[in-house]
């Protein structure tokens, strides 16, 4: 499954371990390794507060280092980033790679709703990271400069807008300052530990499990809410899965086990030790505190800098899986924006950009500080590590074929980590853990409305569709024939389509060459070239062709014809019309969906993005014609 050993995934050569394992640093662990500017502070002092005396202290910081083992470490950089499809990982790739090899299982159909659920979390982590770090950072100002906390807010707003508007020109120049960045944050965070840790080095003594342990069973129920914010120590954990694709798995490896967990360890153990010697005093923000007074300012600059940089990886994150989703078919088309000639996966989309915008800037108005906000940033998280564990017990008896006596126990303690997780979280509901949940459900409902609604559509048009051999053999010789290719667009690769009825009623011709041409999105990242185009000669000057793409390529029609060499003369794209059929959904009382999914679904049908953009058709080629269709 996957790469062999020693490969770095994705087609990365060992030669550029190091520089790619660099460049993870800057993009992958933005989100991980921004969670020490709060995640202790909120789990002494957030929703349920907790005695920063001696034994708790011990107790979190061990729970913080035994979770990131378990969950990062083992979980998802040991397990489940073997889980990858052709080198690319995340929940949307895994659904595909599961879905294509258990089409037939009775049980699929859950597995696909529960994939799209993590995915709609996704969003709402999307929408919340960008409010939680750069508040967090920002609020360090007023631990630096009391007489500037009132400018805290507005400081933040601006750095969000800034973030999110810069990002139509693209993250390739901006990124090349990322991993500079964060090396010196991390650098700068693990040296801050080391000297708190000097001062009490008693605090080591936190990576024994049995403080952990103790912690958990000298007071359950405070321990379990306690659990709630101690999970932010590990939020950001499925972002190295996700980002897998851009990194390969062995550099993320690398990154996370030399560099990053060592700098996240040892800030923890800092602030451990820091609450040893100033009790509830350094409650107030034990990450800044851990710098002397003369370098918190400095501290500010470089953490504001690393929260940006985590806000920017899951922004592009967003756009990426955006653009899976609707290569899978889970979404509408939108407009996208190629940021680099050089990088196909550096992409913008304006619609999910300014919508994520305002999502955070509603958020961040609303919620006001860091603090209240931790407690929506939790559940999105902690369920959408729940899911993985979900999908890797598919990927583990069904694609791995693992026997029993090794998957079960492997499995159950994933569930009884992730599960305690989620569940501490769901005490936070009232607190602001609503957000995550109800933006999940809009998202999950918009993405099932729409793959369910083009299921039904296209069972409609096959429904009323004519063979395509009658077709031909009662049109080709009464139509006139005219010189020149014509290519009907077709989400079915059978039957006739619309278009072509409709050309044909209202023209009253033929094209000399006529492609019925069907684009098809495959279960994996990337199709070879040798496998992109197959092509059938119906007789008569009718071809049916389809073109396979990957769910992260772009599909580009043109270029794909100007490879094709077995359908008569090349294609000469002044020679070529391109006819598309545009659908005018009717809400109706057939079975199918309620009434209020059918007009969702028929409302993001007018609202999609032209398919003569989306498929890179020439302007100037393009005729489109309507019609309506009952769903």
Known sequence: MGFEEGSTGHGHSKDGLVKLSLGAIGVVFGDIGTSPLYAIRETFAGHHKLAADHFNVMGVVSLMFWSMILVVTFQYVAIIMRADNKGEGGSLALLALINSRTKQARWSRGIVLLGVFACALFYGDSMITPAVTVLGAVEGLAVAQPSLAPLVLPIAVAIIIGLFTIQKKGTGKIGLFFAPVMLLYFAVIAVLGVLSIVQTPEILWCLSPHNAIAFLVHDPTRAFLALGSVVLAVTGAEALYADMGHFGRNPIRVSWLVFVLPALMLNYMG???????????????????????????????????????????????????????????????????????????????????WLLLS???????????????????????????????????????????????????????????????????????????????LAGLIIFTILTTWAKGRQLMMARMREGAMPIKVFIQSAASAATRVPGTAVFMTSTPEGVPHALLHNLKHNKVLHERIILLTIKIADEPYVMEGKRCHLEDLGHGFHRMVLKYGFIEEPDVPLALANVHRCGADFRMMDTSFFLSRQTLLPSARPGMMIWREKLFAWMMRNAESAMEFFRLPTNRVVELGSQLEI
């Open 359 to 437: 999502a955070v800037l509603v958020l961040v108005a609303f919620f006001h500080s860091s603090s209240n906000l931790t407690a929506a940033y939790g559940i999105a998280v902690t369920g959408a590590m729940l899911i993985d564990t979900c999908l890797l017990a598919v990927v583990l008896f069904r694609l791995w074929n693992w026997p029993a006596w090794m998957a079960v126990p492997l499995l159950a303690l994933f569930f009884v980590v992730d599960g305690a997780y989620f569940t501490a979280n769901l005490t936070k509901v009232t607190s602001g853990g609503w957000f995550p949940l």
């Open 271 to 353: 602030q451990g030790a820091l609450l040893f010697r100033m009790g509830e005093a350094g409650l107030e923000s034990p990450f800044y505190m851990l710098a002397p007074d003369s370098l918190q300012l400095p501290l500010v600059i470089i953490a504001t800098a690393a929260a940006t940089i985590a806000s920017q990886a899951v922004i592009s994150g967003a756009f990426s899986v955006t653009q899976q989703a609707i290569q899978l078919g889970f979404m509408p088309r939108l407009r996208i924006e190629h940021t680099s000639a050089s990088t196909a996966g550096q992409i913008y989309i304006p619609l999910i950009n």
